[in-house]
């Protein structure tokens, strides 16, 4: 099945499924749809619709829509979301074509890969409904208030789109957007992100503007390209024609900024280097209320556009498990075999949902000489978004990352603290991070949970590990049945 083209039709989808439910209680963006959000994610539950919104005649807000790693996978249209990213390294990875027909084997490839590419649109979906000047106002956005004591309404997921002054590369990312008025918002453009180093080339060529659109409720594969931590200089929307298994249909705004061209609602403006403001507090994925020390840009709104009867997208975030917790599960899988082409010994990674992402990862690894645990730390650490996990336990191969037991096992059974536990002091971190001693800027934490090489045990083999006797199992299998003993397995 191909992916979903546009939110409707990932609705219908999800509804022919079973996996939506419509709410038709009149509620408020404000707390109230937040809330029932909340406790739907809590459960594990469908996607929602709610279908009056008090407040915003015409308007419906949809939630939750990417809340199960099988919603994921429908949207999307993958059997596998590791095959997402065996598209990217197959085009990479593998011997130069030598023969003729190697050299067209490779040529279809790279035909393959181009047919990810963006492709213009004549018309947009959004074009129904155009405001300008006054009426362009972001009062008329059915923006979420997800925590008593966040500091206003904000768009939680909505795609941020800029073009990088440098090498004219399209960014998405979903960034919070706090508004701040009728026709200004702050856009939380966190340091090591994306959006944040095309504002700052903007501010070092001296623009006056950097052109700036919000977009909330597209195809699904750009709504989750937003989130998905594409190194740089990848195209974003490469990216999300990657994962829709098909070039995404953009329309180019008067801005000059391509954004998809199913869109319910696109938000055209800009930021100017150097006009900055307060942003927060909002109760972020960590748990806690985010109160930022620092100033964000402000974003200027010059049009909005809409389709008719449009549908608004927001999500919740705050404790484990809500809708980003699938989310971050779909990126794992999506980027495990970039990392495998990237750090061949790497088997397979967990970054548990509880762990907040970037707060834990678990990799195990084909271990062959010593250090080499500590090595695929310093690469991780050094990789995109990987750059900001805050703690990294390495196990062997022969350890399920995903089942928490086995791991502590391996950790108590392979560890001692003085030899296998690294602490990088004064390193970056991620912003949101309540524990870090200043926003953006902590420490790293690496355990060698592995089993130790001679040259790292003080030259002792490492002892045996204990192994039913093979001929005795067989015979117990063959006999299990007969013992009636129900103790599964």
């Known amino acids: 099945m191909p992916a979903a083209r546009d939110l409707r039709e990932l609705l219908a989808l999800l509804e022919e499924r079973g996996q939506l439910r419509r709410v038709r209680a009149e509620l408020s963006p404000v707390l109230e749809i937040p809330e029932v959000l909340r406790r739907v994610m809590r459960r594990r539950g469908p996607a929602l619709l709610f279908e009056r919104v008090r407040g915003y005649p015409g308007w419906r807000v949809a939630g939750n829509l990417f809340g199960t790693l099988e919603r994921i996978k429908l949207a999307l249209g993958a059997e596998r979301l590791e095959e997402i990213g065996e598209r990217l390294t197959r085009a990479l990875a593998g011997p130069p074509p030598m023969g003729l027909l190697e050299k067209l084997r490779g040529l279809r490839e790279a035909l393959d890969l181009a047919r990810y590419a963006p492709r213009q649109a004549r018309r947009a979906a959004f074009e129904d409904t155009v405001l300008e000047g006054g009426e362009a106002s972001l009062e008329r956005i059915p923006a979420f208030k997800t925590w008593p004591r966040d500091g206003g309404r904000y768009i939680t997921f909505g795609q941020v789109y800029t073009v990088d002054p440098a090498t004219g590369v399209t960014n998405i990312g979903v960034y919070r957007v706090m508004v701040r008025g009728p026709r200004e918002a702050v856009v939380h453009w966190q340091l090591h992100k994306r959006g944040q180093q095309a504002y700052r080339e903007a501010g070092e060529r001296a623009w006056e503007r950097l052109p700036v659109a919000v977009v909330v409720g597209s195809d699904p594969a750009t709504m989750l390209a937003g989130v998905m931590p594409v190194p740089y200089p990848l195209d974003k929307l490469l990216f999300a024609g990657v994962m829709a298994g098909r070039g995404v249909e953009v329309y180019r705004l008067p801005s000059g900024v391509p954004v998809p061209a199913s869109a319910e609602l696109v938000i055209e403006g800009y930021v100017e280097p150097g ?50 917790a699938a989310i971050g599960k779909a990126v794992e899988r999506i980027f495990l075999p970039i990392v495998r082409l990237l750090l061949p010994e790497v088997v ?38 990987m750059a900001l996990t805050k703690i990294l336990i390495v196990v062997d191969h022969d350890v399920d990352v995903h089942d928490l037991n086995q791991v502590l096992w391996a950790v108590a059974a392979h560890v001692d603290p003085q030899r296998d536990v690294v602490v990088v002091p004064g390193t970056h971190t991620d912003e949101l991070d309540p524990a870090a001693p200043y926003p953006g800027y902590g420490s790293k934490l690496g355990i060698d949970a592995t089993r130790k090489l001679p040259e790292e045990n003080n030259g002792r083999p490492w002892p045996e590990e204990v192994e039913p006797d093979p001929e005795t199992a067989r015979k117990i299998d063959r006999i299990w049945s007969s013992l009636g003993i129900d103790a599964g397995g």
Not at 278 to 283: D, L, S, T
Not at 296 to 302: D, W
Not at 307 to 312: A, D, E, I, K, S
Not at 348 to 376: C, T, W
């Open 348 to 385: 397979d990674m967990n970054l548990p949902e509880h762990g907040v992402f970037q707060g834990i990862g678990i990799v195990s690894i084909r271990k062959r000489y010593p250090g080499q645990a500590k090595k695929v730390m310093m690469a991780l650490w050094g990789l995109g978004q």
């Open 275 to 324: 006009r900055e403001a307060p942003e927060g507090p909002f109760g972020d994925h960590w748990g806690y209320y985010d109160r930022p020390a620092r100033r964000f840009p402000v974003l200027t709104v010059e049009r909005i556009w809409l389709r008719r009867g449009p549908v608004y997208v927001g999500t919740v975030v705050g404790k484990p498990p809500m809708e980003d």
